[in-house]
């Protein structure tokens, strides 16, 4: 197969965008990944007279720290100078308040690797998106199932597309060092004599989609949602059909430890599933990729690289002052005016923050159109518009109330509120309150309502995206600094 031909524009973008979901700095592996140099069973005997000795849950109360490994990864967990974010950061971070203790993230580079952590007892638990395993059940445990996903085949676009395994017969499939997916392969393998595949395996996510997009790889096999992170973030990487059954992902216990720890760990997620956190925190953290539309996401990673730069201080000025993440102010200048300060609506709004004139001069803006006093005049708007808000709303549900109320209007989210209240959702968290904009639109609901019609949807697409830019401006801060000087 002939090489492809990229230009800029071609790897531009997956560089930034695929590398900034899926690699992870090498200092943090150095520093948190040591091999063990002991024999593996005088190891296991040393982990088990652990345990003997106290009960897991005793240990981690009296150490007063959790100690979790993890890897970086979207949706899991991204260290960040602001605040972390990730699925498995706020799933532990809740579970670790609970004990009463603080939380050690031990960053590793492979799934394998996050296994042999909790093996060899530098870890209580792995919490990585990890699948649950039958063919590691006799060395370690499992948690509750916090997320059902399923099993997808991903190739490059210029790929045949495949219906299933049958149809890449004698072709290589990759998959990640570790994966629960190799064994699950090689039984269907060993059945099924239609399917005959080179299994191989790569260290992470990053070398398996820079092989499919270099057309070094064939064909791989991704979770579902990773497969949806890369093919919006990349237009060389197509997703193919869902394969097998759906994949449950969970923590892991070493099984040389009681069940103590364990046992606490069902209570907490049989009580998040009963109080609606965990499905809460699982909305948080992948609803706004589902909506993202992959050319706006591509196009969105290239300006950050060609367009954001002039107003990166500003917008970092502006979040210290009026205290909102920086990068969040920059999401909404870019969904507002994709970063362009002389743009203009045919509503009247102007400049990088699309601030109307009425707006401008109760915030004391004398000139729009000037970049840096209309940043500064947008994060104040904002950071107003949070006070507005339910009080008992809690972050960053408030900051997303009050993005909406910035696209549609305090009086359109009122309604917004009290049609949820109505309806028996809660005001306070902005997934319940997503559910109802849309009704303001349809004449049966806003005909009730005190500030009538508005465009609920659009509202409803605004705050999402914003949400995802602001995690791809995160994970892209990962491997490179935003605000330092070009060459």
């Not at 979207?74 to 670790?96: C, K, M, V, W």
């Not at 743009?343 to 000037?370: E, F």
């Not at 840096?372 to 972050?395: D, F, H, W």
């Not at 009086?411 to 309150?433: F, K």
């Amino acid at each position: 197969m002939p090489p492809r031909q990229r230009g800029i524009g071609r790897w531009l973008i997956p560089m930034i965008g695929v590398g900034a979901l899926f690699a992870a700095p090498l200092a943090w592996w150095i520093q948190t990944w040591t091999p063990a140099d002991r024999p593996a069973r005088l190891a296991a005997i040393d982990v088990a007279d652990t345990f003997k000795r106290s009960p897991q849950l005793e240990q981690v109360r009296d150490r007063g720290v959790l100690r979790v490994a993890t890897l970086i990864e979207p949706t899991l967990y991204i260290p960040d100078s602001y605040r972390p974010q990730g699925l498995e950061y706020d799933l532990t971070g809740r579970f670790a308040e609970r004990l009463g203790v603080d939380v050690e993230y031990v960053v590793v580079p492979t799934i394998e690797a996050a296994y042999e952590a909790v093996a060899d007892n530098r870890v209580d638990l792995a919490a990585a998106g990890l699948a649950v395993d039958p063919a590691r059940m006799q060395r370690f445990r499992f948690g509750p199932p916090y997320l059902t996903v399923s099993r997808k085949l991903i190739h490059a676009t210029d790929r045949p597309a495949p219906k299933g395994l049958a149809d890449i017969d004698g072709a290589t499939i990759t998959l990640p060092t570790g994966s629960a997916s190799r064994f699950w392969l090689e039984r269907v393998i060993a059945q099924d004599n239609t399917v005959r595949l080179d299994v191989v395996e790569a260290q992470d996510k990053l070398a398996i989609l820079e092989g499919i997009r270099h057309g070094d790889i064939d064909y791989a096999l991704a979770l579902s949602h990773i497969a949806l992170l890369a093919h919006k973030l990349s237009d060389e990487v197509a997703i193919g059909p869902i394969v097998g059954p759906p994949v449950a992902l969970a923590w892991v216990f070493s099984r040389q430890a009681d069940e103590s720890l364990h046992r606490v760990a069902r209570r907490f997620f049989a009580e998040a599933r009963s109080d609606q956190q965990l499905k809460m925190l699982v909305d948080r953290h992948y609803a706004q990729f589902e909506r993202l539309d992959e050319s706006l996401s591509r196009r969105f990673l290239q300006d950050l690289e060609t367009h954001a730069r002039p107003y990166l201080a500003t917008f970092r000025r502006a979040g210290e002052r009026y205290e909102i993440d920086w990068r969040l102010l920059a999401s909404v200048g870019y969904q507002e005016s994709k970063w362009q300060p002389g743009a203009v609506s045919h509503q009247g709004a102007y400049g990088v923050m699309q601030i109307v004139l009425p707006t401008a001069r109760d915030l004391g803006l004398t000139d729009p159109t000037d970049p840096t006093t209309n940043i500064m005049s947008g994060a104040k708007y904002i950071a107003q518009l949070r006070e507005l808000v339910p009080e008992k709303a809690i972050e960053p549900d408030r900051t997303y109330l009050a993005l909406a109320a910035y696209n549609v209007g305090i009086g359109h989210l009122s309604d917004a509120l009290e049609l949820t209240r109505r309806q028996g959702g809660d005001p306070t968290q902005w997934a319940d309150v997503r559910e109802r904009l849309p009704q303001l639109s349809d004449p049966a609901i806003y005909r009730d309502m005190r500030y009538g019609y508005a465009h609920g949807n659009e509202t409803v697409n605004y705050v999402e995206n914003i949400r995802a830019f602001h995690d791809l401006m995160i994970w892209v801060a990962t491997r490179k600094d935003l605000l330092a000087e070009r060459p």
